[in-house]
Every structure is written in structure tokens, then in C-alpha cells.
């Protein structure tokens, strides 16, 4: 493969992000009622002084744990749920956020039951691709956002496309940056500027 070819490749890959991001920007547009409501359960929930419970499992763990900490420096109190590390429980007036392309994702599923049958949530919302799937049908409020997941591997994908964007990044680039963007909608909302962001942070969330 030559240089040339490699360079090619690298847009290519951030030409179909930021496509998959366009359409993405479309699709909420298009379905802004439950964006709208999502803000507020986490507008609400914040001046409310609830919890907010977050649960991922891989890559899009990560991306959910960039969300808990900007959750932190607009003052809300957030815990990640894992099967290796204790949190407080989770109340009836908290807040339960769930990231899962697939909708599948077998350890997200277990640790969504164990949490609600232990207690109904004020709030369950669920970001995905696949809104009809277990995890999807457990939301309150469920969010579709577009994008290739790793529940389309074995489709008959563009090969190429399937390289440039293996399993789920189509969709983890979206929901970090859709994430962000309900961060900077709240930030607004609640007054904050980035000098307070910034003296949460300095507390060293």
C-alpha cells in the first residue's frame, strides 16, 4: 500500500464519520421530541439534586464515561455502573442512562435487569441503534441515533467501508459527539460558563 494510498484511506474514514454525522444531525432534527425531553430529564434531574447512573460496556463505555464527567462539572452527581466496582443505590428519584449500539450487548442487558429489578428509576433512558431490541424496549425514553454497529458485522457491507468503520465507530463517533452537543445545550440552559466547568474540573472530577 503506498503512502498515497494510505493518506486516501485516512479521508476517506473521516469522510464517512463525518457523513454518518450529517444524517445524524438530520435524523434528530427530524425526531427532536426526544432529544428535547432527554435534556430535560438531565436539566431537571440536575436541579433536582438526582443521581445519574450510567451503563456501557466497551468503546461506547468510554464515550459514556466523557459524558458522566462533563455531567460532573454541570453539577450533577453521576456513578458508573460496572460488575467489578461498588456504587450507591440507585433510588427512585435517580436517573439510569444506557449506551448500546447493538442493543444487545449481553453485559449491559444482566446489569440493566439486576438495577430495575432492584428499583424503578424516575428515568430510563437508552441510546441506540436498535430501538425494538431488549435493551432499547427497557428505555423510558429511547433515542435511535444512526450509525453502523457491530450487529451489522456480518451484513454484506461495502468491504471497504466495513475497514474504514469497523463495527460500532459509525456509531460511537456519533453518540460522543451528539453527547457533547446535550452537554452544550445544559450548559446554556443552566448558566454555565466555562470558567465554572472549569472549577468543577480543577476539584479533580
Sequence with gaps: MSKENTKQYLFDCMELIVNNLKKNMQHIDDNWKYTHK??????????????????????????????????????GKSYFISNTMSNPAMREKDILIVLSGSGTTSIVASLLNTYVNNVKPHAIVVITSYPHTLIGRMGDLTIKLLGRTKQDAEAKDNEIEAILTPEGTAFEQAAFTYLDAVIAELAIRLNKTNKDLLKQHSLGT
Design 38 to 75: 432527554f435534556i430535560d430529564i438531565i436539566y431537571e434531574g440536575i436541579l433536582n439534586k438526582r443521581h445519574f447512573f450510567l451503563l456501557a460496556s466497551g468503546r461506547s463505555a468510554m464515550i459514556l464515561r466523557c459524558f458522566m464527567t462533563r455531567l460532573v462539572h454541570l453539577g
